[in-house]
């Protein structure tokens, strides 16, 4: 077993710490599906999984792999992050167990469909307000292909002004690495 982990391992390191049975998750940019299995095996029967994509394509190959699996605790949601809030503040006394956001293109498909940095931040603060004390929500950030680097940037500008008192800010990656390497970045919400 390395002693290192990759950052995908990581990422799912993270969200195995932040995430327990029965709570409501957010799988911020579903494509193929594999983090929203992921969160939902960690959420279990009576938890929830809401994943998001603005992709049909991406809806279509997570909700086959949902049928497949007989899963029942995953809300697909056709529409962008950004609008997190309309699906949160619809349910009463709501918090978030923890979230994920795999950030640049849907591998195999059109590369200009991207996360962009203002849509992303307006998610992340919105799910800042609905997050639950010491969890986490944790950001692969692919940022080598063209329009990356700008959202890479809003994201680190952001991220390094929060405030310590209220967030732990971490950055996992491999500085040796090259061609731009995806690395996370992960905040903790220190206070309710
Ligand atoms: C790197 S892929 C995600 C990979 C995915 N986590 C998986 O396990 O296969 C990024 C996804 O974000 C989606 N996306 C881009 N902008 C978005 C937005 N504003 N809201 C939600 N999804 C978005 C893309 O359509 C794409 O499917």
Do not use: W
Not at 11 to 37: K, M, P, Q, R
Not at 119 to 134: E, F, G, N, P, V
Request: proline share 2%; charged share 25%.
């Amino acid at each position: 077993m390395p002693m290192v982990k990759s950052v995908l391992k990581f990422a799912h390191h993270l969200l195995e710490e932040s995430v327990e049975l029965g709570d409501l998750v957010i799988d911020a940019t579903c494509g193929n599906g594999h983090d929203s299995l992921f969160l939902s095996d960690l959420v279990g029967e009576n938890g929830r999984v809401l994943s998001f994509d603005i992709q049909e394509q991406a809806i279509q190959t997570t909700k086959q792999k949902l049928i497949q699996d007989e899963r029942t605790n995953v809300t697909l949601i056709h529409d962008s992050h950004e609008n997190l809030n309309e699906y949160l503040s619809i349910q009463k006394n709501v918090e978030v167990g923890g979230a994920i956001f795999n950030l640049g293109y849907l591998p195999r498909s059109d590369k200009k469909v991207i996360t962009k940095g203002d849509s992303t931040l307006k998610a992340i603060q919105i799910l800042l307000k609905y997050l639950r004390k010491d969890r986490l929500i944790v950001l692969v950030v692919y940022h080598g292909h063209e329009g990356g680097k700008e959202e890479k940037e809003m994201l680190l500008k952001y991220l390094l002004e929060l405030d310590q008192k209220k967030y732990n800010v971490l950055r996992y990656g491999f500085i040796n690495q090259k061609n731009n390497p995806p690395f996370i970045l992960a905040i903790q919400k220190k206070q309710d």
